[in-house]
């Protein structure tokens, strides 16, 4: 966890220091960067991965727990963002898609291995197939192409845009009616090593954000921690995990690690998801650096004391 937070720290301060060095080229590769992970990372980790991915009927529980988990925390958001906050359908479309992508991959591997061991990782990667795969394609890309504001003004534009932008729903696709045979082992582990890649690209990406927003004369760290970034913090945090915990104590034995993971910040796939549609970015960056942060920190904490 350590390295993890190394990595974490340093690639942010890499894209604070790009931007304020080479400006809009360091933008111009930001945004290159996230691009390239939408249509060259996330189809093949997403199709290896779903072609190895086996269930039974107790982890199918859970991760229709954890489905009417997420759909509820995104109701939540949607509501306080609009009916209390009354944010702009932009920053409401940032707040949602930040609740419905959790770092349940790469962070979420390391956090699990710290605290539970390495024996506990299959969960970790069950639930990073079965809910956060479905919930990136379907969800976060969906909100997107309904709340963004560059995809498109009526329905029939917006329905396109879901289409058109998201490579890794046909990749989900074909993943689940492939043979293992296109799966094997050694290509299965290349992709993971993707996702490990995938996490200081997006972190760079979150630097540049944070430092493209700040005033000058005004540091960037900490980012704004405003009413609409507090809102996604607790309710991706705090909020998304007890209500998978509700929704499954009745009826099975929730898993350690899928409750674990539930717990995981935003992930770094909201911010492609909010470049390729128009959502803002002061609230998916921001949210994105406090909930790692706070995650993080108590990840730590729990495992010096533990």
Same mark, same amino acid.
């Given at each position: 966890?350590?390295?993890?937070?190394?990595?974490?720290?340093l690639?942010?301060?890499? =894209? !604070?220091?790009?931007?304020?060095?080479?400006? +809009?080229? &360091?933008?111009? *590769?930001?945004?290159?960067?996230? @691009?390239? $992970? /939408?249509?060259?990372?996330?189809?093949?980790?997403?199709?290896?991965?779903?072609?190895?991915?086996?269930?039974?009927?107790?982890?199918?529980? =859970? !991760?229709?727990c954890?489905?009417?988990?997420? +759909?509820? &925390?995104?109701? *939540?958001?949607w509501?306080?963002? @609009?009916? $209390? /906050?009354h944010?702009?359908?932009?920053?409401?479309?940032?707040?949602?898609?930040?609740?419905v992508?959790?770092?349940?991959?790469?962070?979420?591997?390391?956090?699990?291995?710290?605290?539970?061991?390495?024996?506990?990782?299959?969960?970790?990667?069950?639930?990073d197939?079965? $809910?956060?795969?479905?919930?990136?394609?379907?969800?976060?890309?969906?909100?997107?192409?309904?709340?963004?504001?560059?995809?498109?003004?009526?329905?029939a534009?917006?329905?396109?845009?879901?289409?058109?932008?998201?490579?890794?729903l046909?990749a989900?696709?074909?993943?689940?009616?492939?043979?293992?045979?296109l799966?094997p082992?050694?290509?299965?582990?290349?992709s993971?090593?993707?996702?490990?890649?995938?996490?200081?690209?997006?972190?760079?990406?979150?630097?540049?954000?944070?430092?493209?927003?700040a005033?000058?004369?005004v540091?960037?760290?900490?980012?704004p921690?405003?009413?609409?970034v507090?809102?996604?913090?607790v309710?991706?945090?705090?909020?998304?995990?007890?209500?998978?915990?509700g929704?499954?104590?009745?009826?099975?034995?929730?898993?350690?690690?899928?409750?674990?993971?539930?717990?995981?910040?935003?992930?770094?796939?909201?911010?492609?998801?909010?470049?390729?549609?128009?959502?803002?970015l002061?609230?998916?960056?921001?949210?994105?650096?406090?909930?790692?942060?706070?995650?993080?920190?108590?990840?730590?904490?729990?495992?010096?004391?533990?």
């Open positions: 966890m350590i390295l993890v937070a190394l990595a974490i720290v690639a942010t301060a890499a =894209g !604070v220091w790009a931007e304020r060095r080479f400006g +809009a080229r &360091a933008s111009a *590769l930001s945004r290159g960067s996230l @691009t390239a $992970v /939408l249509y060259g990372v996330l189809p093949p980790v997403v199709f290896f991965n779903i072609v190895r991915a086996e269930f039974d009927f107790d982890d199918g529980v =859970g !991760v229709l954890a489905y009417a988990a997420l +759909a509820l &925390a995104v109701g *939540l958001a509501l306080v963002s @609009t009916r $209390v /906050l944010l702009r359908r932009a920053e409401t479309g940032a707040v949602m898609c930040s609740v992508v959790a770092n349940t991959g790469y962070l979420g591997y390391g956090v699990v291995a710290a605290l539970l061991g390495f024996d506990s990782l299959p969960q970790a990667v069950l639930y197939i079965a $809910v956060s795969s479905p919930a990136l394609i379907l969800g976060a890309f969906t909100i997107g192409a309904a709340f963004g504001d560059r995809a498109g003004s009526v329905p534009e917006r329905i396109g845009a879901f289409f058109t932008r998201n490579p890794a046909y989900a696709g074909l993943g689940l009616v492939a043979p293992d045979v799966a082992e050694v290509v299965v582990d290349a993971r090593i993707l996702v490990v890649a995938i996490l200081p690209v997006g972190f760079f990406a979150v630097g540049v954000a944070l430092a493209e927003m005033q000058e004369g540091a960037p760290f900490p980012p921690f405003t009413k609409a507090a809102l996604t913090v309710i991706r945090l705090v909020i998304a995990p007890a209500l998978l915990l929704l499954a104590v009745a009826l099975i034995d929730l898993p350690d690690e899928f409750l674990l993971v539930a717990a995981m910040p935003c992930g770094i796939n909201s911010l492609i998801v909010t470049h390729a549609y128009g959502l803002d002061r609230i998916t960056s921001a949210a994105i650096a406090w909930s790692t942060a706070i995650a993080v920190l108590g990840t730590l904490v729990l495992a010096l004391v533990a």
